[in-house]
């Protein structure tokens, strides 16, 4: 790769971009089962349910503390499949490049993407590359789909849920928000808070031979709140949180005081919500607190009472509603 | 759905995004398998080789004569699978929309997906939608992921090629490239060139069973030409070329030769290009005729001589070598 920036001729399916695909892509993520010549590729598949995701990325700053958009779409794939009950195999990967890209930094993002899917056991399978006229990307988009098993006999779904249940988190919520909120550079803050981009894989699946675990769910866009909603109006259950109990870092609470934002709608990258029984919720709780990246698990909350809301119990004892999110308070946070 | 222009909250994780998803996505889309609640979907496999593919889609304009972004979408990917000696199964579907898109457009354009995924015999199984600001993206780019089972015992490739080795292109090329070169209007030209977008699943598959079927590929971005290059580099042999073989549509011709095109350099989005066996040549190219779409078939070719290059022969007796693609002659084709 002698060019120092992506040009059009990158994208037109010819000498650039065999030239392109093969300095970086195939050099950072080559494995046996990515055939870049082929139009499909065969995937070895271990006996079991196949599960599919799909998620697309377009984060801003496409680099901030704690990760950036390579790591970052492993992860959120990744992480889907896991709150599904499934261990994660393969990716494929689409890139939208906009004319202008540095090379250097395309290599970097896919140098990460590589090393996050090898920490993660995965291997990117098949891609597509496309090259946008400079003004009409935002730098870089990826499109990842993911494909995994689900362990045997596995069921989880918003349907299983039943009154009375605990609610769980993994870790503090809205650290991935706030650290690309500050990577802007636009609010003139700066601090040392990092983005929690990581697989929760392993949280994940530490809980799935504990009896009376229905539901996980990665707190992405639209932070635990959203899926506090989703969960609310999936069962047509109030769901409960206590306020106190929720774990948020305190420089996140400091930077969203200041800011306006509220930890509870910013997204996480690296954060497992579950559902579980109420005679699961301490056990499952402990499980985490033994792992790494669990630290900080909480029960944070109930499903109880008639009617699909969420209801925040406040530190002085009061109660109030959580909204659901109308504008976007941080577009391509992911 | 009563919002005219897609907006930021549209891609915010909450109620917006909700209600765009229901009134646009699953409407359109729904199947046993389109879970929009699930972060990963289960599909039900038949037995056999599972394949995959993945492309992304950046045309413009959205909308052209013979197709449009949705259905292109379908029609490229399933064809990536046919190509590949698979059976086209599912699909994901990945939406990056900018704001301002008109909400009637994106209904429009999910329709036509939807109706070439059921003319095609495939499910769209998952999906993700995010919204970009105004003026970092082109309307709408999609990025669609095929899973696939390939025909038992098929093994295709360009490592199967020999010398000697007839090529067949299933029908005109060119016209996807020009008749979106003419919708863009920027030229002053019109005319009623159509794109050729369509489902090459039958026209493959009639080939499955031939002996001395080598290797099938559709000839998208870069056209015909480039994929003679794939096959010359990948071969070390010479793709000798019969100029007066080729079929062009006249239309398609006139218009670049207006314009400074060569149709062969122009992506075609339903022909199939196979490579075969000698003996075998004459009996593919019948069996082509004989189906919807493969009228125009012929034998253009043949592997012949040593030297990775591709030469024409041209109608009056000589000979011309075809460089590879340095430019890209019309971005945002496919």
Redo the contacts between chains.
Sequence with gaps: MEDQFVT??H??????MRELIAGIFVRHLANPQLDV???????A?PPG??????????VEPLEFPGGDIGSLAVHGTV???A??G?TPL?L?????IEEGLEISQLDRLIQSMAHAAQSCGVNV?????????R????GL?L?T????I?RPGLRL??DRICAGDKILVSGPVGDHGTAVLLAREEFGLSGDLASDSASVFVLAQALWDQPGLRFT??P???GLV?VM??IAH?TGLTVRLEENAIPVHAPVRGVCDILGYDPLYLACEGRVVAVVSEEAAARACDIWRALPGGEAAAIIGQLSGIGAQVVMQTEIGGERLLN??????L??IC
């Design positions: 059009l001729a994208g037109n399916g010819g000498r650039y010549a082929a139009d499909a590729v065969y995937l598949m349910d196949l599960m599919i995701t799909t998620d697309g990325f377009t992480n889907d499949l709150v599904a499934a393969y494929t990967l689409n890139t939208f399978v098949a891609g597509d590359t496309k090259v946008l006229r003004g009409e990307g935002g988009y499109a789909t993911g494909i995994g689900r779904g918003v769910r990665d992405t866009r639209g959203t909603h989703d999936a659901e999110l109308e504008d976007d308070p577009p391509r």
